[in-house]
């Protein structure tokens, strides 16, 4: 079956450490998303890519780097500069104007 | 840009009652509307969308949206909700055209739906 996979789903992080969240999807989308969630704020958009190569800021890109080398793949980096890294990760896939499919999530804690 | 606003973070309800989640939404141009459920530590399912034509949508699980673009809203509905309906309800935008935001979700900040028995 196609879908996204997410991994890993719980990550724990110390203080200072840069911690990289795995995204990889089968659905041969061109454009991925990241979003960070937090309670009763939404899902808010971290970056965002529309093809191989290519990727743009969205609302909270500061602390935060992708890559997008491989159509199939969409990493996320949550470095040391990011002030409140605890969050709840969705990555997400598009198929042509509005069809969406998101991962199950990865949950970030920093102890 | 695109906002959303839901007009209520909580919504208790009884089972088996009817009930009604709010949306409204702000664009400058138009847009395709989305409501999405999501259940503890889980990604988003889509309920159902609104991309053109009939303003009223019928989704998964029985729930229903009208949008009306006079008041720039699209509401979710259910006739009779069950335990199993308890979750968090988001509603979101994206641009229907070109531009640098094509393609990119706005969504609400969420409407936790809670079924009493």
């Known amino acids: 079956d196609g879908g996204i996979t997410q991994s890993p789903k719980y990550l724990f992080r110390k203080e200072g450490q840069n911690v990289t969240l795995s995204c990889e999807q089968n659905l041969n989308h061109d454009a991925m998303y990241w979003y960070r969630q937090d309670p009763g704020q939404g899902l808010r958009l971290i970056y965002y890519s529309q093809i191989v190569n290519d990727f743009q800021k969205g609302d909270i890109a500061e602390g935060y780097s992708v890559s997008r080398e491989k159509k199939e793949s969409f990493p996320l980096t949550v470095t040391s500069a990011q002030k409140n890294p605890t969050a709840f990760y969705l990555c997400?896939?598009?198929?042509?104007?509005?069809?969406?499919?998101f991962g199950s999530g990865t949950r970030l804690t920093v102890v | 840009a695109q906002s959303v606003t839901q007009l209520d973070s909580q919504v208790p309800v009884f089972e088996e009652a009817p009930v009604e989640l709010r949306c409204n939404y702000s664009?400058?141009?138009?847009?395709?509307l989305f409501w999405y459920v999501q259940y503890p530590n889980q990604g988003l399912q889509l309920l159902l969308k609104?991309?053109?034509?009939?303003?009223l949508v019928k989704g998964i699980n029985g729930f229903e949206a009208e949008f009306n673009k006079s008041q720039t809203s699209f509401h979710l509905r259910k006739p009779s909700v069950h335990i199993s309906d308890t979750a968090e309800y988001f509603c979101?935008?994206?641009?229907?055209?070109?531009?640098?935001?094509?393609?990119?979700?706005?969504f609400g900040q969420g409407t936790i739906l809670t079924v009493h028995p």
């Open positions: 997400a896939s598009r198929r042509g104007a509005h069809g969406y499919t």
């Open positions: 664009s400058s141009v138009s847009v395709y």
């Open positions: 609104y991309l053109s034509g009939s303003t």
């Open positions: 979101a935008v994206s641009r229907n055209a070109g531009g640098t935001s094509y393609g990119k979700l706005t």
